[in-house]
Nanobody, 115 residues
Framework: QVHVVESGGGLVQAGGSLRLSCAAS????????MGWYRQRPGKQRELVAS???????NYADSVKGRFTISRDNAKNTMSLQMNGLKPEDTALYYC?????????WGQGTQVTVSS
């Protein structure tokens, strides 16, 4: 069982920045695929960014150039630096850890961007 906890959401004005963090309780964190997903009002959950244990990253087109995903394998943490936030980035953001093909989700953290 992997326990995943997000933190760092909040309210910010358009153009501002926020940093989300995710901590995962797993002994082999460096082998875990980590990702950020979001669910906007009335929309399905979607991938924002992902990062492999070796640091390979993937981003949704809508956030490329604005968001940066990173991880610290020594601390079992992952982060999402969000710059240039837009009102359409408003969503509940989830951290996901994938270990041995099993997905573990956090409870989500709300990001609200005001115009």
């Amino acid at each position: 069982q992997v326990h995943v906890v997000e933190s760092g959401g909040g309210l910010v004005q358009a153009g501002g920045s926020l940093r989300l963090s995710c901590a995962a309780s797993v002994s082999v964190f460096s082998t875990v695929l980590m990702g950020w997903y979001r669910q906007r009002p009335g929309k399905q959950r979607e991938l924002v960014a992902s990062i492999t244990g070796t640091g390979l990253t993937n981003y949704a087109d809508s956030v490329k150039g604005r968001f940066t995903i990173s991880r610290d394998n020594a601390k079992n943490t992952m982060s999402l630096q969000m710059n240039g936030l837009k009102p359409e980035d408003t969503a509940l953001y989830y951290c996901k850890a994938t270990l041995r093909l099993i997905n573990y989700w956090g409870q989500g953290t709300q990001v609200t961007v005001s115009s």
